[in-house]
């Protein structure tokens, strides 16, 4: 009986597995069917769309931001800090102290200081403190150094004791009311001595500190007089790190708000391909099937797991071929069952297709020279590359006609301006270019905005499944800045040993998900957009300006260049909210909140502390 019952057993199982065999070939022929006419459009028309530069230009100038362009570090800076103001909507008159006399306070509302030398400003900085003690609301962005004019009036600023000395910042411990994400501790990738040890008044508020056991102040708020002070202590200025002085200057006022993006979005680079090219040795190893089947029956469905398991949208950009023919002659891909499967697939579960390229060759022209960086060949002339486009475009659109196809990634980032003008003026249906958050030889580097011609700029924050500490830093400040994740994983990350392939695509995989735990853990209202939405929520994001009044019992918000919603973070410093008309408000840590407003105008009812 046992013997009978463990032969229908087996029978079944060959069975079961010849019918998911049949099921994948099906899907593989073209079976697979995703919405007709698929059109996940979130763009505003034209006549609606301001460019962030234009709105930059239009803001009043309320903060005075002082800085120094004869101190090196001053002047590393500043740049960083202008794009932070200009993505807060926070208009912004910047002095250089080293060429230009400090106008009088009393026109501003708040003040930055960006320079680590208080001499360098004289007496003004001391005016600049009764200035507060009016009223007035200050930031010292930059690690002070003890100088004749810091010990006067570090008082003010809630220190009471100085030193000439400075604390290596190995790990940061922000707070849960300062930082969503807060509450934990973050290594500080290529840490030095940044942070002025001091010791503080008991009457300041603390919002970050080493994670060490000397627990060094590197954000605190002080209120003097009638205004407030709020310090930057920790002495990293780059891009990864804008979060932090975002969070910062949202201290100043007794209500911070600023516009913010709201999207989580993931792009699966070079998919769908051909059988990516690579070293499959440690998938022979881990699983003993061929690379093609390794993509087919482990990569996808993992990935597919991810996607279900967090509602994430995939945005998967195509290459046709990895042959390196530039010269313009294009011969159209035979083998299209790869491309049909996985795309629709990919679009049957909500995402979207994007273009990469013909072939893996950046859009460059003969003028370029990689030298010894990388071996990329440069196409022959602009004809070239538009007939490589041309037929990118011919083949996306035969085997996908009714998705919506605008958004174009460069292959390993790399766009030269005569390539970008090509994409602009002769593919009006390229709407969003996704490069490269950070700069780098040959990098197209991003900000998020909309460009002077019009076109969206929607870079990528982090990429891999390699994630380190400066990922994780770059994901916890994008948080805080644009309340936004921009996440790229190539297929053939297991094929590069550089990527990660010997630690096996399981080890790989498990990373990739506790981050995205993470992620959904710390922000799980965050909307899960594909390239193209997160593209829309970027035009919304560059329009719109702010316009806050704040009395007794009610915060104002008028918004500029308004068309029918937009985000905004939220922070209270002072008293509790009670109803909101003309948007809604959700908790996402102690006094942080995130604003839909669906109105141009949203007012907040506020509780004033005793």
Do not use: C
């Not at 034209?46 to 009043?60: F, M």
């Not at 829309?536 to 919603?565: C, M, P, Q, Y």
Request: net charge negative; aromatic share 12%; no cysteine.
């Amino acid at each position: 009986m046992k013997k009978k019952t463990f032969t229908f057993t087996s029978l079944l199982l060959v069975f079961g597995f010849l019918l998911v065999l049949s099921l994948g070939l099906f899907f593989e022929r073209g079976g697979v069917r995703y919405n007709s006419k698929q059109n996940n459009s979130y763009y505003l028309k034209k006549s609606q769309v301001k460019t962030s530069q234009e709105v930059a230009d239009s803001l009043p100038k309320t903060n005075l931001v002082i800085y120094d362009s004869s101190n090196i570090t001053s002047a590393q800076a500043i740049d960083n800090f202008k794009q932070i103001f200009k993505d807060m909507k926070v208009g912004s008159d910047y002095i250089d102290i080293a060429t230009t006399a400090i106008p009088d306070y009393t026109a501003y509302r708040t003040v930055v200081v960006l320079t680590p030398s208080l001499e360098s400003m004289g007496e003004k900085a001391l005016s600049l403190m009764d200035w507060v003690q009016a009223g007035g609301n200050v930031m010292f962005g930059m690690t002070l150094g003890s100088d004749s004019v810091s010990s006067i009036i570090s008082r003010q600023m809630g220190i009471m004791i100085t030193s000439s000395d400075y604390a290596m910042v190995k790990t940061i411990l922000p707070s849960k009311d300062f930082m969503l994400g807060g509450g934990q501790s973050f290594k500080i990738d290529e840490a030095f001595e940044s942070a002025w040890q001091v010791s503080l008044d008991d009457n300041a508020k603390v919002y970050m500190t080493t994670d060490d056991e000397n627990k060094v102040p590197l954000v605190w708020s002080y209120d003097y007089g009638q205004g407030r002070v709020a310090v930057d202590n920790f002495g990293i200025y780059d891009k990864a790190y804008r979060g932090f002085y975002a969070a910062t200057y949202s201290l100043l006022d007794d209500v911070g708000v600023y516009p913010v993006i709201n999207a989580s979005s993931f792009t699966l680079d070079d998919f769908p391909s051909p059988v990516p090219n690579g070293d499959g040795t440690y998938i022979q190893r881990d699983y003993n099937m061929k690379t093609a089947d390794f993509y087919s029956m482990v990569w996808w469905p993992d990935m597919m797991k991810l996607a279900n398991k967090y509602g994430i949208k995939y945005t998967g950009v195509v290459i046709e071929n990895y042959e390196n023919q530039t010269n313009g002659t294009v011969p159209a891909q035979e083998d299209q069952s790869r491309f049909s499967y996985f795309g629709k697939t990919l679009l049957k579960s909500g995402g979207e297709i994007g273009y990469h390229g013909y072939n893996h060759q950046p859009l460059v022209l003969p003028d370029t020279d990689y030298g010894d960086e990388f071996d990329y060949k440069t196409w022959a002339n602009e004809k070239a590359i538009k007939n490589s486009l041309n037929e990118l475009i011919r083949f996306t659109g035969e085997l996908f006609p009714d998705a919506q196809k605008s958004v174009y990634v460069p292959p390993s980032n790399i766009l030269s301006e005569q390539a970008r003008q090509i994409l602009k003026k002769d593919y009006p249906e390229i709407k969003v270019i996704a490069s490269n958050y950070f700069s780098g030889h040959y990098v197209y580097s991003q900000e998020f905005e909309v460009a002077e011609d019009g076109m969206i700029e929607a870079p990528r924050i982090s990429s891999g499944t390699l994630i380190d500490d400066y990922m994780k830093i770059t994901m916890l400040s994008e948080l805080n800045m644009h309340y936004l994740s921009h996440h790229f994983v190539h297929p053939d990350d297991p094929l590069d040993v550089d990527r990660g392939a010997k630690l096996g695509w399981k080890k790989m995989y498990s990373n990739l998900s506790a981050q995205f735990k993470w992620l959904y853990t710390t922000a799980p209202s965050i909307r899960n957009l594909t390239e193209s939405q997160m593209g829309g929520a970027i035009e919304r994001f560059s329009n719109v300006t702010v316009s806050k009044s704040v009395t007794t019992d009610k915060i104002t918000l008028d918004l500029g260049h308004f068309v029918d919603e937009v985000y905004l973070m939220v922070r209270v410093n002072d008293g509790t909210i009670g109803t909101v008309t003309g948007g809604s408000l959700e908790k996402l840590a102690d006094n942080l909140y995130l604003l839909h407003a669906q109105k141009k105008r949203v007012v907040i009812q506020r509780n004033k502390s005793e």
